[in-house]
C-alpha cells in the first residue's frame, strides 16, 4: 500500500524568503509523486509531477520539487515566497501507471506568508 | 474548454435527506474520479468511474454511498439518508481515456453540511 506523509501542517515565511514543504513517501515500487495546490474554497491545481524522468520536477509559479529515492522523499521548495503563495499544499503518490488518477494524498501542509 | 463543473458549490440537507452531487467532466474525458475532503484532512479515493462502469470503488462507504456514470450526462455521486458524519467537501476529478498516468483535473469541489 502507498502512503505519502508531510511532516509540517501549517508553515509560516516571510515574502521573499525560502519556502520549503516537506514530504516523505513509503511505496514498494517507484512511485508516481505530485504537488497539488488548493486556494481557500477551490479546487485543486496541479503544481508539478515526477514520472521517473529527471529527479528534479520543474513546476508552476517558481516551485521545484526533487526525488530522493535513498530518502524516500520529494520536498517542494519556492526560492522566494510571494503572498500569492498562500494555500495549502499536497503531496501526492499514484503506485503505477495502472492504477492512473486514483491518487493518495498526504494530510497537507497551509502555507501563511507574512509581509 | 470548460473545466470539470461540479454543482452545487454549496449544499445544505437535514439529516436522513438524500444529498446529489453532480460532476460534468471537462470535454473528452471519460474518466471520472470522486475524493472526499474531510475537514482539516487530506482528500481521500471514492470511486473511480468510466461511462457507464464503476472500475474502482474500494473507497466507498459500503452503506448509503452510490456513484454513477451514465453514456449521457454528469457523474452522480448520491449520499442517501445522510448523518452530520457525511460532511464534507467533494471534489470530482476527470482525466482522457487513456491508458496509464494522465493528468487529473479537479473540479471545484461540493462543500455539504448536513444540520
Known amino acids: 500500500a502507498q502512503s505519502v506523509t508531510q511532516l509540517d501542517s501549517h508553515v509560516s515565511v516571510s515574502e521573499g524568503a525560502l519556502v520549503l514543504l516537506r514530504c516523505n513517501y513509503s511505496s514498494s515500487v517507484p512511485p508516481y509523486l505530485f504537488w497539488y495546490v488548493q486556494y481557500p474554497n477551490q479546487g485543486l491545481q496541479l503544481l508539478l509531477k515526477?514520472?521517473?524522468?529527471?529527479?528534479l520536477v520543474k513546476g508552476i509559479n517558481g516551485f521545484e520539487a526533487e526525488f530522493k529515492k535513498s530518502e524516500t522523499s520529494f520536498h517542494l521548495t519556492k526560492p522566494s515566497a510571494h503572498m500569492s503563495d498562500a494555500a495549502e499544499y499536497f503531496c501526492?503518490?499514484?503506485?503505477?501507471?495502472?492504477?492512473?488518477?486514483?491518487?493518495?494524498f498526504g494530510g497537507g501542509t497551509r502555507v501563511l506568508v507574512k509581509p | 474548454n470548460a473545466g470539470v463543473m461540479q454543482n452545487p458549490r454549496h449544499l445544505v440537507r437535514r439529516r436522513g435527506q438524500e444529498a446529489r452531487l453532480r460532476c460534468s467532466p471537462m470535454?473528452?474525458?471519460?474518466?471520472v474520479y470522486w475524493y472526499r475532503q474531510l475537514p482539516e484532512e487530506g482528500l481521500k479515493f471514492m470511486v473511480y468511474l468510466q461511462k457507464e462502469n464503476i472500475i474502482d470503488e474500494s473507497g466507498m462507504p459500503k452503506e448509503r454511498f452510490s456513484a454513477e456514470f451514465p453514456k449521457e450526462g454528469p457523474s452522480i455521486l448520491r449520499i442517501q439518508q445522510v448523518v452530520r458524519g457525511d460532511s464534507a467537501a467533494y471534489f470530482c476529478?476527470?482525466?482522457?481515456?487513456?491508458?496509464?498516468?494522465?493528468?487529473?483535473?479537479f473540479g471545484q469541489g461540493t462543500r455539504l453540511t448536513v444540520v
Open positions: 476529478a476527470s482525466s482522457p481515456p487513456m491508458e496509464g498516468q494522465t493528468e487529473a483535473f
Open positions: 515526477y514520472t521517473s524522468a529527471a529527479t
Open positions: 501526492v503518490v499514484s503506485p503505477n501507471k495502472a492504477a492512473g488518477n486514483k491518487l493518495t
Open positions: 470535454k473528452g474525458h471519460s474518466h
